[in-house]
């Protein structure tokens, strides 16, 4: 059984999860309205990551006898002033939530609650995966600079992008 000051760490990290889902849902609206169908497609799929992400956390929270507690959802931003500007909000973001990672990590080491850490260590995998991306993204679009032909480019590597969902049950 969860500590209860692990559990409530817990479902804020469901909520910081379901922001990102959101926070990435609008970026994709807006690189469909700025006609970078590309752009938003890799949004839409880390859109659908991030609520894999909330949902392995909520099942985490029901295996180990806590209670769920949902908080309002802030709302995201819209617009962004540039695809650049948008992926440079994106790593920002990422690195938000890998601090909230590792403030977790660090209170299960606190509490000695070794299944927690252990199921923490599949995050913080992913934190490195999530923020690499958005430096490799944030390179290429810096190279392309303002040529739209190269940003066409870019647009149509990024309409490749698939969603995966987690394997199983047991892992989201």
């Known amino acids: 059984m969860l500590k209860g000051k692990m559990a409530e760490a817990l479902n804020k990290q469901i909520n910081e999860e379901f922001f990102s889902a ?3 849902l609008s970026m994709s609206g807006y690189f469909e309205s700025i006609g970078l169908k590309g752009f938003a497609n890799w949004m839409m799929v880390q859109y659908k990551e991030e609520v894999d992400h909330g949902m392995k956390f909520y099942n985490y ?11 309002p959802i802030a709302e995201p931003p819209h617009t ?4 650049l500007n948008a992926y440079e909000e994106t ?9 909230c990672i590792n403030d977790i990590v660090d209170l299960a080491e606190e509490l000695k609650d070794r299944a927690t850490f252990n199921f923490l260590q599949w995050y913080v995998d992913e934190q490195i995966e999530e923020e690499e991306n958005d430096r490799e993204i944030i390179d290429k679009l810096k190279l392309v600079g303002d040529n739209k ?10 309409s490749a992008r698939i969603y995966k ?3 199983t049950n047991e892992e989201v």
């Open 61 to 71: 929270l029901l295996s180990q006898g806590a209670d769920i507690k949902l908080l």
């Open 165 to 167: 969902p987690l394997a």
């Open 22 to 24: 959101y926070l990435y």
């Open 80 to 83: 962004w002033d540039s695809p």
């Open 91 to 99: 790593l920002k973001h990422e690195q938000h939530i890998t601090k």
């Open 149 to 158: 032909s190269g940003l066409f480019m870019l647009d149509k590597d990024l």
